[in-house]
């Protein structure tokens, strides 16, 4: 009894390590193409892949969103802080221009909160 | 280079929109600067049409760069429309409900059964070796069940597991995933487990899998309907136009009319695009924008905009915005923009579903600890059916829903009234407004001034004369009351004359020579100065002022000649329309840079009680603030530029935007036509979208939240009951769909009839 206490426990942490403490590795986004600075990210099994991106301080650039999820939910990407917000085709490529952002997080998520993804920028 | 095959080449035709060529020589040019691009095969243009087709694999974007280099504007035929995406949408929407609906079938084909034979009491349990056979079998169907109908939840978890983020499906997939494990385990080591725990949750599984199936599927049908204002608005657009190109008419597609195209509207159609009338005149039906019922009438020089329905003459008009610049598009897009945002009401939900999933994964864990710690026999069926229960329940999609389905409808019912709401926030903040500031001028008036009386004071003079005079002093002024005279003169097809020595008074008026004669043309203050007898005068000027009037003096020649008076008439809504606003307990105040009298005559036609008069344009945001210490929470409602700041510093920014010149950014809220009413139906709509969210959270809240202890088997202690999964199930699929249906109820809600 004892030892399933035990795993339990170990479990909740692990848990709690997993989703909040760890940070995972954010994808960079090399500013060496100036403004026309673009990163892929595929809207698939309920993540945005790559979902965590650094980008460069002071630039423009562009997120090309390729939706590959029928689910409704998929269907809108919003970046609250930035008051973007846009619709995406299905199967299909769409291009979201960023403004040039602050140092910062900035979280883009669907509509339910089901997909998440963060803006690193440094 | 890489040679490409010709069926690469013949996959690789691409239309480009040519802007500016003006000339049947200038397709040689284009034609020859895109056939020097390495990789294009051929490029004819189509002159008519101002098209070019393009076969080679080459990017659009080196193509029309090219085009632009040698002076022209390019832009891709392919974008595709809004119309095109949403008919995209719509039959993706229809195949992913079908595939829903068949994985539901497939899943509740096994689950139930099952479960009807569970419910008669059929035993659940492993004994005999003939249980255990059977047992076996249906579990490796439900496994099947579990690829065909679910594999999209298992994907999905271990996706975002491995991206450090849980959501809904991780909760399915372990909820799930725990019970046909501990089932499995009951078959194939039942003696591993104590007699009273061997029993299977197999048709848990499959019905949960199912349910949630047809939970989607009802959302995907439900959330169709949510964006049906939008698919008004964009059904507004004409899809062909009929431009003259080469003195000819033709009929092209709408993507292709250009900028200063000269395009024929005939009665009945659309305008296809924004512009200005060029020819002809006609009245034209502006309601599907404004919400105005009355046609317009338009001729030569007027703005007409796209969406607009025309209804009695043929014109022609030239295009002056094409494409995504049409007010319409534009429209369409704040809309869009707005129905995505979010209201600070919904940061809550946000917050807590981002924490959510894994808090309800430690809830759940724990909760299998205590019934295996403290729990009766079975223990560890009861903690396998607990952490399962729960795991079910607390799914946070409704949750995220609760919020965004509500705005998307309320910002779209808007819309459709002609009230565009910029942002979620705008539209809490607007149904909470206490207070509401109307500018006098353009706002509650027309803002177009007009001559109302002459009172000839020496019958020597007729009005003709008077108005002559008076016209023809003015026509120096810029002021908004003397543009009403000269305008009056014109409308009786008086000629002006010319004055000299015009000389500006500020303050009082203006003074002027006319054919050897000294004229004064002001107010009271003026005539005064040059010491006039005005005698009875003064109570005739009092007694216009009292009808919110402007009376000016005129004199020729030191003697009093006429009083002129000048008035902004009230439109003919205002005053029902700010009784409504009264009627719902908002305190009403004019704000005017105009003076007392005339203020206090309008403000007492309308019904207002409280007016801030002779108030200087820079002053205006001081009464915002004003109000806002006195703890109101203030809305501002303006037409001009100078009410900008003012506007800026209200809680709760109105424009009136009449038309093409909406200013669709500037303000939190525009009225799209110049009527009141849209006041009220801004708040009306915004309280009824408040309150539909809070209805969502609430609902959701019980779902998730409330729904948990009892998942986790609090009622065991008092009434020996624990929720069954197969139910937990249940009320997570329809958790969602209550919220959306609920959202939709919004769609039904009416403005008060006016
Ligand atoms: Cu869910």
């Known amino acids: 009894m004892l030892i399933i206490n035990l795993i339990g426990l170990g479990l909740i942490v692990l848990i709690i390590w997993w989703f909040w403490v760890y940070k995972p590795q954010s994808t960079q986004v090399s500013d060496?193409?100036?403004?026309?600075?673009?990163i892929t990210v595929v809207v698939k099994d309920g993540v945005y892949q790559p979902a965590?991106?650094?980008?460069?301080?002071?630039?423009?650039?562009?997120?090309?969103?390729?939706?590959?999820?029928?689910?409704?939910?998929?269907a809108s990407v919003l970046f609250p802080d930035?008051?973007?917000?846009?619709?995406?085709p299905i199967n299909a490529e769409f291009t979201l221009q960023l403004p040039a952002l602050k140092k910062g997080e900035y979280a883009f998520h669907c509509q339910m909160k089901m997909y998440s993804g963060t803006v690193v920028v440094k | 280079m890489n040679k490409l095959t010709g069926d690469q080449l013949r996959n690789n035709t691409q239309d480009l929109i040519i802007e500016g060529a003006g000339c049947a020589s200038c397709v040689g040019k284009i034609e020859t600067a895109l056939k020097n691009i390495n990789g294009v095969e051929s490029a004819e243009m189509n002159f008519a049409l101002r098209t070019v087709s393009i076969s080679g694999n080459v990017a659009s974007e080196v193509l029309i760069k090219a085009v632009e280099n040698i002076g022209y504007n390019a832009k891709s035929a392919s974008d595709r429309s809004d119309d095109e995406l949403i008919d995209e949408k719509e039959v993706a929407d229809e195949k992913y409900y079908a595939s829903l609906m068949k994985q539901m079938w497939v899943a509740l084909a096994l689950g139930m059964p099952l479960m009807i034979y569970s419910l008669f009491g059929g035993p659940m349990t492993v004994e005999t070796p003939l249980e255990r056979g059977v047992w076996l079998f249906v579990g490796v169907l439900c496994a099947a069940i579990m690829y065909f109908s679910g594999k999209?939840?298992?994907?999905?978890?271990?996706?975002s597991l491995l991206n450090h983020t849980a959501n809904m499906d991780t909760l399915i997939a372990l909820g799930t995933g725990t019970a046909w494990i501990y089932s499995m385990i009951v078959v194939l080591f039942p003696l591993a487990l104590p007699e009273m725990a061997r029993h299977v949750y197999f048709e848990a599984t499959a019905m949960i899998i199912g349910l949630i199936n047809l939970g989607l599927a009802l959302e995907v049908k439900a959330r169709g309907k949510t964006s049906e204002a939008i698919k008004r608005l964009i059904g507004l657009q004409a899809k062909t136009a009929r431009v003259v190109r080469d003195k000819k008419e033709i009929d092209i597609a709408i993507e292709q009319v250009l900028l200063n195209d000269i395009v024929r509207v005939r009665p009945g159609e659309k305008v296809p695009v924004d512009g200005v009338v060029t020819q002809g005149n006609t009245s034209i039906d502006e309601s599907m924008l404004t919400g105005e019922p009355m046609p317009v009438v338009k001729a030569e020089g007027d703005k007409i905009v796209a969406g607009t329905l025309n209804k009695s003459g043929s014109i022609l008009f030239k295009a002056t915005r094409v494409g995504k610049d049409t007010a319409i598009a534009q429209i369409i897009n704040m809309v869009k923009r707005a129905q995505n945002s979010k209201p600070p009401i919904g940061r809550l939900a946000d917050i807590i579903s981002a924490y959510f999933v894994p808090v309800v994964m430690i809830i759940s864990i724990v909760s299998a600890l205590v019934w295996l710690n403290f729990g009766p026999d079975p223990?560890?069926?009861?903690?396998?059916?607990?952490?399962?229960?729960?795991?079910?329940i607390a799914c946070p999609c409704a949750?995220?829903?609760?919020?965004p389905m509500s705005v998307m409808v309320g910002v779209g019912k808007a819309a459709e009234a002609g009230v565009l709401i910029r942002n979620g926030e705008a539209l809490q903040t607007a149904s909470k407004v206490t207070a509401m500031i109307l500018d006098k001028t353009g706002t509650i008036t027309e803002g177009a001034p007009k001559v109302t009386d002459i009172i000839v004071a020496d019958e020597s003079y007729s009005e003709d004369f008077i108005l002559t005079v008076a016209a023809s002093i003015e026509s120096g002024s810029e002021h908004p009351l003397a543009q009403a005279i000269v305008d009056s003169a014109i409308e009786q097809n008086i000629e002006l004359e010319n004055t000299t020595d015009f000389q500006a008074i500020a303050g009082h008026g203006v003074k002027a020579m006319l054919n050897g004669q000294q004229l004064l043309f002001g107010n009271q203050k003026l005539m005064l100065k040059h010491s006039i007898a005005l005698n009875g005068?003064?109570?005739?000027?009092?007694?216009?002022?009292?009808?919110?009037?402007?009376?000016?003096?005129?004199?020729?020649?030191?003697?009093?000649?006429a009083i002129i008076a000048v008035s902004d008439p009230i439109k003919s809504d205002s005053i029902a329309a700010i009784k409504r606003l009264q009627a719902i307990g908002i305190r009403v105040v004019m704000l005017t840079g105009d003076n007392r009298a005339t203020a206090n005559a309008v403000a007492k036609q309308v019904g207002i009680t409280e007016v801030f008069a002779e108030v200087l344009p820079e002053d205006k945001s001081n009464k915002v603030a004003d109000l806002q210490a006195q703890g109101e929470i203030v809305g501002m409602t303006g037409d001009g530029i100078n009410d900008a700041p003012a506007l800026a510093l209200a809680n709760v920014g109105f424009a009136i935007g009449t038309g093409t010149d909406v200013a669709i950014e500037s303000a939190d809220i525009t009225l799209m036509r110049g009527s009141l009413h849209g006041l009220s139906d801004a708040i009306a709509v915004s309280k009824a979208t408040l309150r539909n969210i809070k209805q969502n959270l609430f609902g959701a809240f019980i779902y998730n939240v409330a729904g948990i202890p009892f998942a986790a088997g609090i009622l065991y202690p008092f009434f020996g009951l624990l929720l069954n999964p197969v139910v937990a199930g249940a009320a997570m699929a329809f958790s969602s769909l209550t919220v959306v249906s609920n959202a939709n109820r919004l769609r039904l809600f009416k403005p008060q009839d006016h």
């Open chain 1, 82 to 88: 930035l008051e973007i917000s846009a619709d995406l």
């Open chain 2, 152 to 159: 999209h939840f298992y994907i999905g978890a271990w996706k």
């Open chain 2, 537 to 561: 005068y003064v109570n005739k000027a009092q007694a216009l002022a009292y009808k919110a009037k402007t009376p000016m003096y005129l004199a020729i020649d030191n003697k009093l000649a």
């Open chain 2, 379 to 392: 223990v560890l069926a009861f903690a396998v059916v607990s952490a399962t229960t729960v795991l079910i």
């Open chain 1, 32 to 38: 060496e193409q100036g403004d026309n600075s673009e």
């Open chain 2, 399 to 403: 949750l995220g829903l609760a919020t």
């Open chain 1, 52 to 74: 965590r991106i650094s980008l460069p301080e002071n630039k423009a650039f562009k997120i090309k969103f390729i939706r590959k999820d029928a689910s409704p939910c998929a």
